[in-house]
């Protein structure tokens, strides 16, 4: 197992936002968080990636059979673990090319390896537009190509999506899908890919072109439904998440 949570309870600031959560993750799959807002998915993203506000109160997060609950984020960063944000902060003086470079192991003053470079160009980067600053003034799409394009570089086993399609055209949904079955080695069988992902969507518009094993929705910090995410997908837009509360009662 790539991702073993076991019993998880987050506080931050004081506040109970998640409990009981239990979460396995394999090599080779997809996973889908679903739930309303304020339900606690952007705040599972942070704690399994350690950021010091969010609070483990009970549980364990065990990655490649190691407890990583009490490590820094860059320890965990630097296990395997990655993530696209939704809206990251903009980094005033480091250059988007700098920073693909860092995250790709290589040395600031070396050329971007030009596999890096290849897909940049793929996802509408030019040598220009590498050389600004770090979601300075980039446009929301941009914002989101360019978040997609360092997990590329970094190449992380344990791969964690924010909404990567809210506020992203039609076209570059297609093109950001692409890149993240590419990251998620959706060209490979099941049993041969190394690594996972996690992805938060409320639309499911991303589901039409990235495909997802299982869906669990958060109701309230608790995952009140798991199962086939087209079958979820289809009770939300049916009876809203109301439909999960009932089949968490009935469990
Ligand atoms: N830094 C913080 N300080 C106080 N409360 C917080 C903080 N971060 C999150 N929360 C609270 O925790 C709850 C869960 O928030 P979270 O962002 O995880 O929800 P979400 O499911 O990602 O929502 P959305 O769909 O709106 O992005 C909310 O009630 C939120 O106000």
């Known amino acids: ?40 998915k952007s705040t599972l993203f942070m704690t399994i990636l350690g950021f010091p506000k969010y609070k483990v109160k009970r549980g364990e997060i065990i990655f490649k059979g190691e407890d990583i609950t009490d490590l820094s984020t860059t ?4 296990m395997g673990i990655g993530v696209s944000f939704q809206n990251p902060p903009p980094i005033r003086g480091v250059k988007l090319v700098d920073l693909l470079k860092i995250e790709n192991g ?16 793929k996802l509408k980067f ?11 003034g980039f446009s929301g799409g941009e914002v989101k190509r360019s978040e997609i394009l360092q997990l590329l570089a970094q190449k992380p086993d344990f791969i964690m999506f ?12 297609e093109l950001l899908a692409e890149e993240i079955n590419r990251l998620l080695e959706k060209d490979k069988k099941p049993g041969q890919r190394q690594r ?4 938060i969507t409320h639309l499911g518009y991303i589901l039409n072109f990235v495909r997802a094993d299982i869906a669990h929705v958060l109701l309230d910090g ?28 009935t469990q």
């Open 162 to 173: 924010d909404e990567p399609d809210s506020g992203v055209d039609i076209e570059n949904v």
């Open 196 to 199: 996972a992902g996690l992805l």
């Open 126 to 136: 030019d040598e220009r537009f590498l050389e600004r600053d770090v979601n300075m």
């Open 75 to 78: 320890e965990r960063v630097r």
């Open 1 to 40: 197992m790539l991702l073993e949570i076991t019993d998880l309870a987050v506080e931050v600031e004081g506040k109970e936002v998640l409990k009981d959560i239990d979460l396995y993750i394999d090599k080779g799959e997809t996973h889908v968080l679903l739930g309303p807002n304020g339900s606690g």
């Open 106 to 121: 290589q040395k600031v003053e070396e050329e971007l390896n030009p596999e890096i470079m290849k897909i940049a160009k």
């Open 222 to 249: 608790r995952i009140a439904c798991t199962g086939n995410p087209k079958e979820i997908l289809e009770d939300i837009r049916t009876e809203g998440f109301q439909g999960c509360v009932k089949c968490f009662q």
